[in-house]
């Protein structure tokens, strides 16, 4: 632990030393008072950081309130993330530099400045500058602000009597992470607005801890479905993030998060299935514990116990967390299964989506991370997620309510 802080903060510090070379370069031309306020003001801000991510590493901060350690987070994540595109241009600056030297030694007789470029310095602040007004913008703008996705899904030998049956997806609320209340209850209506057949919630109610939940349960106990409202649980919902006093902490934890759901008036689904008749046919709901293909997230699914006593329905639909889970085991073992739900990537809450056009970070861990995806006669849908975790906003990548609406083919 003590190595692995040393090295968090010797390669901090190395940032900072590296991004100052700018801010001298960039104000060198100026009066001598006007480089001091300048070079004061970012040396002031830079030990802010480091007092409030020492407050922050020895727990202080936890006493603070949800809101005040927010915003102590996004402070030091833009204090920091800012930093790396000056020190990659700073880097450009050293390379050119570093050449020139080489020229001198070579030839001599022509000698080449080797100084820094102010004008690669001032590029390098304005790199800076973009991250950290992006991620704001993000954070003050986007976090709260939900985007419907509206989908059909056309099922090989649906009846027609299951033809525009209606499905509303959420997922990942992370509920510890918010900080309002008010923005939530326009996420509600825009669901309740749908009149859904059905509404799934696909995992990660909490971070951490099932009190996380408890402010907002009066809000979300208002999602309503003609036939229900189903949920599963995702990784985060274990308590496995949390350092409990005790295993029976632990295990009341976990006692606790069912009754949320109970309380919520949502039919939690754990290794198992219900059975919705619409027009005379019958769609299985199944759930399952979180699975995924990475060893630091849980595999606790039970396909076979999910599944069983489901042959006799027309469609079934499953719901699990992690989207790898698709691939691993549900389409080689259960080509019978029409519509999986999946969350968990949270399409990295950071990327672009516009027509003809998608790009995010998240698809270079996760084959599918956001949309629609087609197997043969199988689908996938992986819901972006309606809250956040870790940054506090979202850039590109908006918190959505899926509408999925089942079509015959």
């Known amino acids: 632990m003590?190595?692995?802080l040393l090295v968090l903060l010797a390669t901090l510090l190395a940032l900072d030393v590296y991004a100052y070379q700018a801010v001298r370069s960039w104000v060198s031309p100026y009066s001598q008072g006007r480089r001091r306020l300048i070079k004061g003001v970012y040396l002031g801000i830079t030990l802010i950081a480091y007092l409030l991510l020492a407050l922050n590493i020895v727990e202080v901060t936890d006493s603070w309130g949800k809101e005040a350690k927010t915003l102590v987070r996004v402070f030091l994540f833009l204090s920091w993330l800012c930093k790396l595109p000056i020190v990659l241009v700073l880097l450009?600056?050293?390379?050119?530099?570093g050449a020139k030297w080489v020229g001198n030694k070579v030839s001599p007789v022509t000698k080449r400045d080797?100084?820094?470029?102010?004008?690669?310095?001032?590029?390098?602040?304005?790199?800076?500058?973009?991250p950290l007004a992006t991620l704001t913008y993000g954070i003050v703008r986007n976090a709260y602000r939900y985007r419907r996705f509206a989908v059909d899904v056309p099922i090989e030998g649906?009846?027609?009597?299951?033809?525009?049956?209606?499905?509303?997806?959420?997922?990942?609320?992370h509920s510890g992470s918010w900080t309002k209340s008010e923005p939530l209850k326009d996420a509600v209506r825009l669901i309740n607005e749908e009149e859904a057949d059905i509404v799934c919630f696909t995992g990660d109610l909490v971070n951490e801890q099932a009190v996380e939940m408890a402010p907002f349960v009066d809000i979300f106990k208002e999602?309503?479905?003609?036939?229900?409202v189903y949920s599963v649980l995702g990784n985060h919902d274990y308590g496995?993030?949390?350092?409990?006093?005790?295993?029976?902490?632990?295990?009341?934890?976990?006692?606790?998060?069912?009754a949320t759901h109970e309380k919520l008036g949502w039919d939690l689904l754990r290794d198992e299935h219900r059975k919705v008749e619409i027009n005379g046919h019958k769609i299985a709901i199944m759930g399952v514990e979180n699975w995924g293909s990475a060893f630091r997230f849980p595999r606790k699914a039970d396909l076979p116990k999910a599944t069983a006593g489901t042959n006799d329905c027309d469609c079934k639909i499953l719901m699990s967390h992690d989207p790898t889970h698709w691939d691993a085991k549900i389409r080689p073992g259960y080509p019978d299964i029409d519509l999986t739900l999946s969350g968990h990537t949270h399409g990295?809450?950071?990327?672009?989506?516009?027509?003809?056009?998608?790009?995010?970070?998240?698809?270079?861990?996760?084959?599918?991370?956001?949309?629609?995806?087609?197997?043969?006669?199988?689908y996938l849908y992986v819901n972006r997620g309606l809250g956040f975790l870790g940054y506090p906003g979202r850039v590109g990548i908006?918190?959505?309510?899926?509408v999925l609406t089942l079509r015959s083919a």
């Open 92 to 97: 450009i600056d050293d390379l050119r530099r």
């Open 348 to 378: 990295f809450q950071f990327g672009v989506e516009i027509p003809g056009f998608r790009w995010s970070p998240a698809q270079y861990l996760y084959k599918q991370w956001a949309g629609l995806y087609r197997e043969g006669k199988q």
């Open 2 to 4: 003590i190595g692995r």
């Open 240 to 258: 496995d993030y949390h350092q409990w006093p005790s295993d029976a902490a632990k295990v009341e934890n976990m006692e606790t998060l069912y």
């Open 114 to 130: 080797t100084s820094r470029s102010r004008f690669l310095a001032k590029a390098a602040l304005i790199a800076g500058g973009v």
């Open 398 to 402: 908006l918190p959505e309510v899926t």
């Open 158 to 173: 649906l009846p027609a009597g299951l033809d525009g049956v209606k499905i509303v997806q959420i997922s990942d609320m």
């Open 223 to 228: 999602v309503k479905g003609k036939h229900g």
